[in-house]
């Protein structure tokens, strides 16, 4: 029998495999497809967040190239940069370059290069992916379906940590700080640069996208994984120190 009371749990490996799957071929794709395309192809460009500038070089989907001005390369062959357009590219690079477009900002200070080409997505994002692959592989390893999405997050804290916030039934409280401290890195590294004279740098947008990008990992394994329907009810659920989501109903009764 597993820690949370159920025989197996082979629908928790299979979604923390799906989300780190997922992941790692974007993550992967973000660095490879840039090589799938001539050198100097993309870059520098900047585009919208959740919206498509370089479906055309004209047209439809064409706002990142109208307000891009000519840039030059430093090197042999100063040349003025071309528009850009994912849908005159091979299958493979359209897919992740149109991904990039439609979620990312593409900021070209904000990006990295490969191959002399723009990554589809910010610096952040990537960061964000390398969390989404942690969040999946350790869910993988330790995730366990908890009946709530809430317990189920917190299933992968070690089980000694949460006797005490059973007993006390903290779970709430703990389950949302954990979010917090996930999340204050990027949010505050994003609100400075805002408010602020404060520019942040690639390898720092890259490492506090991380914890972000691993809470939302977790928390999309626990939606899909916490199940009631597993459980014969919810005093099957096992918990930490001897807990049970049952405790409060009986004191109700015994009151009564």
Known sequence: MERNGLEDRGKERKVGNWVLGVSAFFLVSFFLAPFTLEAGTVG????????????????????????????????????THESFSWTDVNPYAAFIYAFGDVNCHQKHERSWEVNNNQLPVCTRDVGIFFGLFLGGAIFTRRGWNRWTVRDTCLSLLPEQMLHTVYAKNQRTLLWLAC??????????????????????????????GIPFGLGLGILMCSMFSARAEAFHGAGQVLLPGNASFTLVRNADQESE
Do not use: W
Not at 58 to 75: L, M, R, Y
């Open 179 to 208: 979010g917090m401290l996930l999340c204050l890195p990027l949010i505050a590294d994003g609100f400075l640069q805002l408010l602020t004279p404060y520019e942040s740098t690639n390898i720092k947008r890259v490492l506090t």
């Open 44 to 79: 520098p460009i900047e585009g919208r967040a959740n919206a498509v500038d370089f479906y055309d070089e004209d047209g439809f989907g064409s706002t990142g190239n109208q307000n891009q001005a000519p840039h030059e390369h430093e090197g042999e062959g100063n040349h």
